[in-house]
Every structure is written in structure tokens, then in C-alpha cells.
């Protein structure tokens, strides 16, 4: 099945560190293709702050950083900053849809 | 700098066709491996990717909504153009125009985004 599940939603302290999860299967992220992290604050566009599992764009701070093993991607944010109260989502491609997929997002709290 | 700028109504009858127009700057669709879409978001809900057409015409549409879509290039005019037929409630949505980063017509991520339409479909 062509799905990609992240937890509904996650917080943590300011300075404390968070993971968000995102799992897929064999038709994406087992096919190989890129796990991609998109942020989204309230009333604006997403905004890709990671791309190819580890790659940070430029002007994304190192406090953000990915992981990846077999069909399950992690975004890992630490230093927690109140400014990072966002929704994320994860991103790849399924060879099944031959198309993209979104995960259907992980609301950060910052307490 | 890339910049993708969508335009179109803001209100759409059921039945209607919805068409919307991507002008964007700072690329060109003739490049190898350049590649435009879109993406809607429903309010509350995550992303959903509709469609790509790429540097050399090849066009990809989500299956789901595959028989409803067409996007279009006009790569001298710098345009991609979208049409979403038989519009209902359901398609209500910010709908975005995208830049894909990759180097096929398959795989990569969308690394510009326009600031996004958002139509609503009510009579």
C-alpha cells in the first residue's frame, strides 16, 4: 500500500531535542528514493528544511538533521527553539502511484 | 532566485472546470531535468501532490485524479497551466505551483513554492 505515517504529534521543551518518525514501504521507500522534510508554519507555504534523507538546504540551522533505516526516515531537531513550532512533513516518491507522497504530518509544540 | 506565483479564482461552482496559471521565473522548463507541478492542501490536512510536467513533456498525475487533470507548458511565456474538471466540495484546497529538484522525471523534492491559491467550490 502506497502510505507514509508520521505520529499526529510530538512536543518537547525549549533546548530539549524531538524526533518525528515517518514510515513507508517497499514501494518507496523501500524502491530507494529520497526522504524529504518540509516545515509549515501557520498561513504559509511548506518549506523544505531537509532532502535526500541528511541534506539541509541552505540557511536551515544544523539543529535539524535526518536519519534513515530500511522503510523508516526520522527529523531530528535539537535544541528545541519556540520558533520551530511548525507543522512537518515527510516526502518521497512511490513507484507503485508513480508519483509523490506526502505523510500526513506531525504538529510540533514547543511547551 | 526561483519564484512561482499561482493565479486563478478564488470561487468555483460544482461541476465547473478550475483552471489555474503558474508563472514563474528564475528557471527555464527546457533545461534537462527541470520540472513544475502542483499540490493542493486541504484546510487541516496534509499536502496532496496532483501533477508534473517536466523539461521534456512528460506529464505525471496522481492516479486518483488522474481521468480529471491536465497540465500544460508554455515555456516561452515562462507558464504551466492546470485544469481540474467536475469540481466539487472536496477539491476545496490552497492549491500550490511547485519547482521539482531531481535530475529525472521520477524521485526528488520541491524546493520552491508559490505562495499558494486557495479555491473554494461552493454554489
Known amino acids: 500500500q502506497s502510505v507514509v505515517t508520521q505520529p499526529p504529534a510530538v512536543s518537547g521543551a525549549p533546548g530539549q531535542t524531538v524526533i518525528i518518525s515517518c514510515t513507508g514501504s517497499?514501494?518507496?521507500?523501500?524502491?530507494?528514493?529520497?526522504v524529504h522534510w518540509y516545515q509549515q508554519l501557520p498561513g504559509t507555504a511548506p518549506k523544505i528544511v531537509l532532502y535526500?534523507?541528511?541534506n539541509r538546504p541552505s540557511g536551515i540551522p544544523d539543529r535539524f538533521s535526518g536519519s534513515r533505516s530500511g522503510t523508516s526516515a526520522s527529523l531530528v531537531i535539537t535544541g528545541l527553539q519556540a520558533e520551530d513550532e511548525a507543522d512537518y512533513y515527510c516526502?518521497?516518491?512511490?513507484?507503485?502511484?508513480?508519483?509523490?507522497?506526502f505523510g500526513g504530518g506531525t504538529r510540533l509544540t514547543v511547551l | 532566485q526561483i519564484t512561482l506565483k499561482e493565479s486563478g479564482p478564488t470561487l468555483v461552482e460544482p461541476t465547473q472546470t478550475l483552471t489555474l496559471t503558474c508563472l514563474f521565473s528564475?528557471?527555464?522548463?527546457?533545461?534537462?531535468?527541470?520540472?513544475v507541478g502542483w499540490i493542493r492542501q486541504p484546510p487541516g490536512e496534509a499536502p496532496e501532490w496532483l501533477a508534473v510536467?517536466?523539461?521534456?513533456?512528460?506529464?505525471r498525475y496522481s492516479p486518483s485524479l488522474k481521468s480529471r487533470l491536465t497540465i500544460t507548458k508554455d515555456t516561452s511565456r515562462y507558464q504551466v497551466v492546470l485544469t481540474l474538471t467536475n469540481m466539487g466540495p472536496a477539491d476545496t484546497a490552497t492549491y500550490y505551483c511547485?519547482?521539482?529538484?531531481?535530475?529525472?522525471?521520477?524521485?526528488?523534492?520541491?524546493?520552491?513554492w508559490g505562495q499558494g491559491s486557495l479555491v473554494t467550490v461552493s454554489s
Open positions: 516526502q518521497t516518491y512511490d513507484i507503485r502511484l508513480s508519483g509523490w507522497l
Open positions: 511547485v519547482h521539482r529538484l531531481g535530475d529525472s522525471s521520477t524521485g526528488g523534492h520541491f524546493d520552491f
Open positions: 510536467i517536466f523539461w521534456n513533456d512528460i506529464k
Open positions: 528564475g528557471f527555464s522548463l527546457t533545461t534537462s531535468g527541470a520540472g
Open positions: 535526500g534523507d541528511i
Open positions: 517497499s514501494s518507496n521507500f523501500g524502491a530507494r528514493y529520497g
